[in-house]
């Protein structure tokens, strides 16, 4: 009789986990692999980590969702002191590939320093003026929106910035040779202005930090010293 009893028992202990485990399968609230009973609108961001298929889906095309909440407990720095900076020479790695990926673009070199973007190409267009106004946008699309965009289609001014390449933002005079470069720059097609507000470096007119731009000021080219 106890035996009967315990198998029983058994047996529904069986049938019981088996609908459990069922219902959170179908639960679509409930984030399964993390051991606690997680609402979706709370923690999308493990919910969704593969994203949602829909036939033609690639990691390229998902969403991205973080939410961070401060710590509690004061001064807790919650991990923040590793916080990955902004890479200059990445980011101006990704450029030249973005832009060699534009129609007529074939060979691309990109300076970034702690303020602007230079670029130069080589391109095969009968357009410069959209050739210009593309890789421009795309140069813009990679850094943070202070920054500012100057290009040129003239490949001799490739030498003009590979040689700041080894420099930084304290290298002596630094200022002086980025401004001269980039008025040379100016000289080509920098494609469209992005708005009323912007000219087409992305210069704002009036814009808060305008006393420290060294290159122009209100959308016009500050005069060159003489002797520069």
């Keep these: 009789m106890n035996r009967c009893w315990i198998v029983a028992a058994f047996g529904t202990a069986i049938a019981?986990?088996?609908?459990?485990?069922?219902a959170?399968?179908?639960?679509t609230d409930v984030y399964k692999r993390s051991g606690n009973t997680i609402n979706v609108t709370d923690r999308n961001e493990l919910y969704n980590e593969n994203?949602?298929?829909n036939g033609d889906d690639t990691p390229m095309n998902n969403f991205g969702y973080v939410r961070h909440q401060k710590s509690p407990i004061l001064g807790d720095?919650?991990?923040?002191?590793?916080?990955?900076?902004?890479?200059?020479?990445?980011?101006?790695?990704?450029?030249?590939?973005?832009?060699?990926?534009l129609p007529g673009v074939n060979d691309v070199a990109t300076l970034v320093t702690?303020?602007?973007?230079?670029?130069?190409?080589?391109?095969?267009?009968?357009?410069?003026?959209?050739?210009?106004?593309?890789?421009?946008?795309?140069?813009?699309?990679?850094?943070?929106?202070?920054?500012?965009?100057?290009?040129a289609d003239n490949p001799q001014l490739m030498k003009d910035i590979e040689r700041f390449g080894l420099l930084d933002s304290n290298a002596r005079n630094i200022d002086q040779l980025l401004d001269a470069t980039?008025?040379?720059?100016?000289?080509?097609?920098?494609g469209k202005k992005l708005s009323d507000g912007e000219n087409e470096n992305g210069e704002m007119i009036n814009e808060t930090n305008d006393?420290?731009?060294?290159?122009?000021?209100?959308g016009t080219p500050r005069p060159t010293p003489a002797g520069r």
Excluded: W
């Design 51 to 53: 994203g949602v298929p």
């Design 211 to 218: 006393h420290l731009d060294r290159d122009f000021r209100d």
């Design 16 to 22: 019981l986990a088996g609908c459990a485990q069922t």
């Design 77 to 101: 720095a919650n991990g923040y002191n590793d916080m990955p900076s902004f890479n200059r020479e990445q980011a101006a790695d990704l450029i030249s590939k973005l832009c060699t990926q």
């Design 182 to 190: 980039i008025q040379r720059m100016l000289k080509y097609p920098q």
């Design 24 to 27: 959170q399968d179908e639960n």
């Design 114 to 151: 702690d303020e602007e973007v230079l670029v130069v190409y080589d391109a095969d267009t009968k357009n410069r003026q959209q050739t210009a106004d593309q890789v421009k946008k795309t140069a813009l699309s990679v850094v943070p929106r202070y920054y500012h965009v100057y290009i």
